[in-house]
């Protein structure tokens, strides 16, 4: 698969000249995370993501992520809010971006592009066609062609045909999937010519196939709990019994001779970026909080920072590789 397989050709794009506010407003209207910046014939110069449109000032721009945080994690609708931060914002987008831009070719393999991802530590690439701008793909791209590829094969597999022997079809639609799991199926009479090293070696195949199927059946099973989760956490807020319990519980295990104590664990869909800034690690992960884990962070911060305590976020576990529940831990 190659990016102009996987590739957004609706580019939203901002000329260099663009003021900070008007960045902003694009990026609201359209609901994206950052935007490229291109010249009169439309080949990128640079890219503006929402950290480029934080304040300098290292004052500034910690008060006003506080302040963001604070509006996140009691769900509040930041759009206005943003906008009003920028008012006196008076930095054009040629100042602003993060330049030159990292492009990639539209023939470009996904293993490259993944390549340029992490090495640049970047969200999206600009995608080029014949020296011309022609779309441009994000880590998100990246993770629907992978899900959609796992899903095709399993589709794939799930159609295969036992031959031999007279032995049925296996074959099993998509939303099967979700049902539960199928029991074991009795073993099958030996045919009437006696066995063959073929209708066992079908068994074999169909024995592979059933495990495979229940495999997916629990993976999928498991991330519509963890959305489950995730949803009623995010319906929850801190409350002040929560808060003093999460302080009695680090004092016990200060007691026992521990130097750190879990305060709240969630599933990584709470992050914004499902965990990924947190796992990376990237300093910038409290922006990612949402509900309950952002207003741990900001009492954290107003309360026990002060008193020399430290926070770290770690990822838990890693069901099939990618990040599952999340720990804030505190340490002393």
């Given at each position: 698969?190659?990016?102009?397989?996987?590739?957004?050709?609706?580019?939203?794009?901002?000329?260099?000249?663009?003021?900070?506010?008007?960045?902003?407003?694009?990026?609201?209207?359209?609901?994206?995370?950052?935007?490229?910046?291109?010249?009169?014939?439309?080949?990128?110069?640079?890219?503006?993501?929402?950290?480029?449109l934080m304040p300098r000032d290292v004052a500034e721009r910690e008060a006003r992520r506080e302040q963001w945080l604070s509006m996140l994690s009691h769900g509040q609708d930041v759009g206005s809010d943003y906008l009003e931060l920028l008012t006196d914002d008076d930095r054009s987008a040629s100042e602003i971006m993060?330049?030159?831009?990292?492009?990639?070719?539209?023939?470009?393999?996904?293993?490259?592009?993944?390549?340029?991802?992490?090495?640049?530590?970047?969200?999206?690439?600009?995608?080029?066609?014949?020296?011309?701008?022609?779309?441009?793909?994000?880590?998100?791209?990246?993770?629907?062609?992978?899900?959609?590829?796992?899903?095709?094969?399993?589709t794939a597999a799930a159609q295969v045909s036992r031959n031999g022997d007279g032995w049925p079809v296996a074959s099993a639609r998509l939303e099967a999937?979700?049902?539960?799991?199928?029991?074991?199926?009795?073993?099958?009479?030996?045919?009437?010519?006696?066995?063959?090293?073929?209708?066992?070696?079908?068994?074999?195949?169909?024995?592979?196939?059933?495990?495979?199927?229940?495999?997916?059946?629990?993976?999928?099973?498991?991330?519509?709990?963890?959305?489950?989760?995730?949803?009623?956490?995010?319906?929850?807020?801190?409350?002040?019994?929560?808060?003093?319990q999460m302080l009695a519980n680090a004092r016990a295990a200060a007691l026992r001779g521990e130097e750190e104590s879990l305060m709240l664990r969630f599933p990584a869909e709470v992050c914004r970026d499902h965990g990924r800034a947190i796992n990376a690690p990237d300093p910038a992960w409290p922006e990612t909080l949402r509900g309950m884990a952002s207003e741990v962070f900001l009492r954290w911060r107003s309360e026990l920072r002060p008193q020399g305590f430290a926070l770290?976020?770690?990822?838990?576990?890693?069901?099939?590789?990618?990040?599952?529940?999340?720990?804030?831990?505190?340490a002393w």
């Open positions: 698969m190659k990016a102009c397989d996987v590739m957004s050709t609706h580019v939203i794009a901002v000329r260099p000249e663009t003021p900070a506010r008007a960045v902003a407003e694009t990026l609201l209207k359209h609901g994206i995370s950052g935007v490229p910046v291109v010249n009169a014939d439309g080949a990128p110069l640079g890219v503006i993501s929402e950290g480029d993060s330049a030159p831009a990292v492009t990639i070719e539209a023939d470009a393999e996904l293993l490259e592009i993944a390549g340029l991802l992490s090495a640049n530590r970047i969200k999206r690439l600009p995608v080029m066609r014949n020296g011309k701008l022609a779309g441009i793909v994000s880590r998100a791209d990246l993770v629907r062609a992978v899900v959609q590829s796992e899903a095709d094969a399993i999937l979700t049902a539960p799991p199928a029991q074991p199926e009795p073993a099958a009479a030996a045919p009437a010519g006696g066995l063959s090293a073929a209708g066992f070696h079908d068994l074999v195949s169909h024995h592979e196939q059933q495990l495979l199927q229940q495999r997916e059946q629990e993976r999928l099973r498991a991330a519509q709990q963890q959305h489950k989760d995730a949803q009623d956490f995010l319906a929850n807020q801190l409350t002040e019994e929560a808060w003093q770290h976020a770690r990822v838990v576990e890693f069901p099939n590789g990618i990040p599952g529940d999340i720990g804030l831990f505190l």
